[in-house]
């Protein structure tokens, strides 16, 4: 997770810098999936998961309960980590609706010079 908080710091920079586009069907695409992805995590449909499973009064099911819901909510858990998902996807927003403005400049400058 740290590598994509990282990877998304850097598409946000790319854009604001202007170093590409993205057109503007292209990108209420990606605004689309990222909405989605955002009220899934606000929705709390992931918080079951950090229940503890009913596997089963095996021994085996019985051992290995606790550990899945640890996994699920510890520190490195999947719930931990899907909680850091809302910066990146923050992150993907703003490159995105920059990278939307970069198009917009770049049609407006190349439209200019049709017009002369």
Known sequence: MDQMLENM?????SATSGQFTV???????????????REWLTGGNQRTLDQKPMLGGSYGAR?????????????QGFLTQ???????LSDAESGVRQAMA???????????????
Request: aromatic share 8%; glycine share 4%; hydrophobic share 45%.
């Open 9 to 13: 710091k850097n598409f946000k920079a």
């Open 102 to 116: 970069n198009y917009r400049q770049n049609e407006h400058a190349v439209a200019g010079t049709f017009r002369k």
């Open 82 to 88: 899907l909680t850091r998902l809302s910066d990146v």
């Open 23 to 37: 057109s503007p069907a292209a990108g209420e695409d990606l605004l689309r999936v990222i909405r989605m992805l």
């Open 63 to 75: 051992a290995m309960a606790p550990f899945v819901q640890q996994v699920a909510s510890d520190q």
